[in-house]
C-alpha cells in the first residue's frame, strides 16, 4: 500500500496523457499552470531517491496496468521536481537501465523523455539506439531527449520526428502500450493522431529551415487538427 500510495503523489501533478494529447487549441492555457506550479517544485535529494528508484524498476506495480500509469508517470514527474545535483548520476544510470531493459515500452519511453530533462551526455548513444525501436512513442520521445541534450543538427533525430509528424507508415505503428485492450479499437485512431501531434510540437524545437518547410506542409494536412498545429507554430516560431 506505501509503494501505491507514494507513486501516486508523484502522479498527481502530471498533466501529460497520450491517449488525449493536446486535441483542444484552448489547452495553451496549460502553459500557465505550469509556470504557477514551477515555482511550487518540491526537491528530489538523496533521502527521497532510495524509496522511487526501487519502485520505478519494480515491475509488479505493473499487474492489473498493462500501459504501466504508475511507473511511467513517476518517472515523468522527475522532470516536475528540483533534482539535486548529487543525486543525477544516480538517475541517469537508474533511467539507461530502464530504456535499455524495461519490460513496459511506455516506462522506456518516459525514461528518454527523462534523460533529456536530465542533460546528461552519457545517455546520447542509449538514445540513439532507441530510434531504431518499433515503439513509436519511444522512438519519439528519444529524438526529443536527443534535441535537447544537443543534437538538434542530427539528422537522424530530425528524420525520425518528422516521420511521425507525417504519419509514415502509421498502420504499423505499435502502440500497444498506450492504451488498454479493452479500449484499443475506440482509441487507436485518437492515439496514432496524438502522436503525430506531440511530435510537431516536438521537432518546432529544431530551428532549421527544413522545420519551417514541414510545418508549411502540415498546414495542408486533411486533419484539422495537425492543421491547426501547425498554422500556429509556424507562427510562433517562424514567421517575424
Given at each position: 500500500m506505501k509503494k501505491t500510495t507514494i507513486l501516486v503523489c508523484l502522479v498527481i501533478f502530471t498533466g501529460l496523457t497520450i491517449i488525449i494529447p493536446l486535441f483542444l487549441m484552448e489547452n495553451t492555457s496549460c502553459l500557465a499552470q505550469e509556470a504557477e506550479f514551477e515555482q511550487k517544485k518540491s526537491l528530489l535529494d538523496k533521502n527521497s531517491i532510495k524509496t522511487l528508484i526501487p519502485m520505478i524498476k519494480d515491475t509488479s506495480l505493473?499487474?492489473?496496468?498493462?500501459?504501466?500509469?504508475?511507473?511511467?508517470?513517476?518517472i515523468?514527474?522527475?522532470?516536475?521536481?528540483?533534482?539535486?545535483?548529487?543525486?543525477?548520476?544516480?538517475?541517469?544510470?537508474?533511467?539507461?537501465?530502464?530504456?535499455e531493459h524495461d519490460i513496459n515500452d511506455r516506462v522506456r519511453s518516459r525514461a528518454a523523455t527523462t534523460l533529456g530533462f536530465l542533460g546528461d551526455k552519457k545517455a546520447v548513444p542509449f538514445l540513439n539506439k532507441a530510434?531504431?525501436?518499433p515503439f513509436v512513442e519511444l522512438r519519439m520521445e528519444a529524438a526529443y531527449a536527443l534535441v535537447k541534450l544537443g543534437l538538434?543538427?542530427?539528422?537522424?533525430v530530425f528524420s525520425t520526428l518528422k516521420d511521425i509528424v507525417?504519419?509514415?507508415?502509421i498502420e504499423t505503428w505499435d502502440i500497444d502500450?498506450?492504451?488498454?485492450?479493452?479500449?484499443?479499437?475506440?482509441f487507436a485512431k485518437r492515439?496514432?493522431?496524438?502522436?503525430?501531434?506531440?511530435?510537431?510540437?516536438?521537432?518546432?524545437?529544431i530551428k532549421e529551415p527544413k522545420t519551417k518547410a514541414l510545418l508549411e506542409l502540415m498546414t495542408k494536412d486533411p486533419d484539422d487538427n495537425l492543421r491547426a498545429w501547425a498554422?500556429?507554430?509556424?507562427?510562433?516560431h517562424f514567421i517575424k
Open positions: 505493473d499487474k492489473g496496468d498493462p500501459t504501466s500509469t504508475l511507473r511511467s508517470q513517476a515523468l514527474n522527475i522532470t516536475r521536481v528540483n533534482v539535486s545535483e548529487e543525486i543525477v548520476d544516480t538517475l541517469v544510470v537508474t533511467l539507461i537501465y530502464l530504456l530510434l531504431e525501436h538538434e543538427k542530427d539528422e537522424k507525417l504519419g509514415k507508415d502500450a498506450l492504451i488498454s485492450k479493452e479500449y484499443y479499437n475506440e492515439t496514432k493522431d496524438g502522436l503525430r501531434v506531440l511530435a510537431i510540437l516536438r521537432i518546432v524545437k498554422e500556429k507554430l509556424l507562427k510562433e
